[in-house]
Structures are given as C-alpha cells and as structure tokens.
C-alpha cells in the first residue's frame, strides 16, 4: 500500500522562484490537507480540501495555493518563494468513519528557500 | 493562546523506566483527540484516537488516556526504539471541516 506519497523530499529554491508540491493518496479518503512544521511551532495547516473541487485555507495560507481537480491528487504551489517558506512541508489524507477519524500522513518535503 | 499544550518538552528515560507525557487542550467541542509518533526525517505515524473523557486504548508498551482537560500518554518499560517525537493534535467542532491543531510535541529519548 502506498497511502500517501509526496514528492519531492527535498528541494532547494531561490528566493522569487516557484514550484509544485505533489502529493498523491491511493486511499479514495476525500479530505486531505498540508501542513508545515517549523522547530518549536508543532505543524500548522496550510490548506486543506474536503473533496475534488473544494479547497479551503487553513491557519498559514498566505503564499501558498492549492486545487483538487481528482480525489487521489492535491498539490500545493508556492508562487513566488520567500525564505520564511523554508520548512518541512507534510501532506496527509483522512476518512471519518464509523470506527472514527484517522488521518495519514506522507514523508514529508524539506524545502529550503535561499 | 495555545489550544494543545504537551509536556514535557523532552524527556529521556532510562531503559525500563516508565513515564508518562501530557496533552492538554483547551477547544471547546472536542472531537477526537489523537496521539501520533514521529521519527526523525519521517511523517507523523497514527498511533490513537480518544473520543470521550474516560476512553483508554493500549498498543504495546503504549498506553493512552482521556479525560475532560488533558491525555496521557503512559510507556511503560520502554525500549530505545520507543525514542521518538510524540504528537498530539485535536479536532474540535470550533474547526471547520476535518482540521487538526497539534502540539509542539515531546521528543522522547530512552537510553540503554
């Protein structure tokens, strides 16, 4: 089972470029999310989406954008990087079900901005 | 003001001595509480869901508790496998959504 997969893991960008985080989940869940985690502040949700075509913003949104165009798919793009974007950057998927919540997380990508 | 606080910070044990590591929330409609463990250089691993004060569920040398203000998380006889960064993170009905807020975490080291 691959459950959640991110790519890149790691990424190099200077300060004023842009790029596409992927991440992919093969378990048909509908909500998926993407946090930072940054040392001391725990991980904070950037955006997140409820189903294919619905995004919401969450705690840090601000550059950042997401789509949800597929249920498996949901990339988060930095649109022009800044330093303060250098962090570690998780992509989780979760259900609500009968038995409860679980939420599943990829490996992560550490992205430094120079 | 923080809505998840854990303590300690960190902590390292002695192979075999047992502790335990603290969650306390302060959300008001309180979901799910969940417990995760994170190596280093690796995602968050899923290891509980507590619904309702009282709740207790176990896995191995893991043992986690619930009530109205706060979670536990008990280790019991611990291994230096168990060395880890433990997460806890809260749904609430004050988020919208399937949000999580986590907690800074405690890194738990245990030494041979």
């Known amino acids: 089972n691959a459950g959640v997969t991110q790519t890149p893991k790691f990424q190099v960008l200077k300060t004023g470029q842009s790029m596409t985080l992927q991440c992919a989940q093969d378990m048909n869940h509908e909500y998926m999310s993407w946090y930072r985690q940054d040392p001391g502040m725990g991980l904070r949700l950037i955006h997140y989406s409820v189903g294919a075509g619905i995004t919401d913003q969450g705690e840090v949104p601000n550059g950042y954008n997401v789509s949800r165009s597929t249920t498996e798919d949901f990339p988060l793009r930095l649109l022009s990087a800044a330093p303060s974007q250098t962090s570690v950057y998780f992509c989780?998927?979760?259900?609500?079900?009968?038995?409860?919540?679980?939420?599943?997380f990829g490996q992560g990508t550490r992205l430094t901005v120079v | 003001e923080d809505q998840v606080t854990q303590s300690p910070e960190a902590l390292r044990l002695q192979e075999g001595e047992s502790s335990s590591l603290n969650c306390s929330y302060t959300?008001?409609?309180?979901?799910?509480l969940f417990w995760y463990r994170q190596d280093p250089g690796k995602g968050p691993e899923f290891l509980f869901t507590l619904y309702s004060a009282g709740e207790e569920k176990e896995k191995e040398r893991l043992k986690a508790t619930l009530t109205k203000k706060e979670s536990f998380l008990h280790i019991t006889a611990p291994k230096p496998e168990d060395s880890a960064t433990y997460l806890c993170?809260?749904?609430?009905?004050?988020?919208?959504?399937?949000?999580?807020?986590f907690g800074t975490g405690t890194s738990l080291t245990v030494i041979p």
């Open positions: 959300v008001s409609g309180l979901r799910g």
């Open positions: 993170a809260v749904q609430a009905d004050e988020y919208t959504g399937n949000q999580f807020y």
């Open positions: 989780a998927s979760s259900y609500s079900g009968r038995s409860g919540t679980e939420a599943f």
